[in-house]
């Protein structure tokens, strides 16, 4: 009779996976990952079948926990720019203060071991803010873009701001609002 999996487990799993990649790249040994997790290699194959069933995991992990981040508290009757303010803010938060996990997400974004189901779980996730983007594409000089596009360029953005609050945390909120303050002028025309 098998052993019920553990949840303790599970998540140390995903956490060394967290560290290792972030230090050795998506290509790292699962020994090496099981390791650093303090379980045998045999275990994370018990609780993922393959490396890349461990990879698309982690990677809706890390967007469930972006997406609660991001969405917590959503204030939904505020003005366009001021939601878009609270999302933006939100992601910044979030990779200023988890770098090892911006980097491994990152990493699974550009990676062709996430399958297609998994991209299209995790941008599920994130359908609020979708819906949020393309309301304020409607009245957009860029509006002739996809949401897909735009919203690599303001993922691009965003990873410009989380590096200089990393590098110049006491300058903080001033790159938050200055990167978005130039994000919200190239969408909204202002």
């Not at 990649?21 to 045999?42: D, N, Y």
């Not at 988890?98 to 189901?117: A, C, F, H």
């Not at 299209?120 to 409607?138: H, P, R, W």
Request: proline share 3%.
């Amino acid at each position: 009779m098998a052993r019920p999996k553990s949840e303790d487990k599970y998540n140390a799993l995903l956490t060394a996976t967290i560290a290792v990649c972030s230090v050795l790249g998506l290509e790292a040994p699962t020994s090496k990952i099981a390791r650093t997790a303090g379980v045998a290699e045999g275990t994370l194959f018990t609780y993922f079948k393959t490396k890349d069933e461990l990879l698309n995991q982690l990677y809706l992990e890390l967007k469930k926990e972006m997406g609660r981040e991001m969405l917590a508290n959503y204030p939904r009757t505020l003005t366009l720019r001021e939601r878009m303010h609270f999302v933006w803010s939100k992601y910044i938060n979030w990779g200023a203060h988890n770098p090892e996990k911006r980097k491994v997400m990152g990493q699974l974004s550009v990676s062709d071991r996430i399958t297609t189901e998994s991209r299209a779980a995790g941008m599920a996730i994130f359908s609020e803010a979708a819906v949020l983007l393309e309301e304020c594409l409607k009245n957009s000089k860029i509006q002739n873009n996809s949401c897909a596009f735009v919203t690599a360029m303001m993922v691009a953005m965003a990873d410009t701001t989380i590096d200089f609050i990393i590098r110049e945390p006491e300058d903080a909120e001033h790159y938050c609002n200055a990167g978005f303050d130039a994000f919200w002028r190239v969408l909204a025309n202002e």
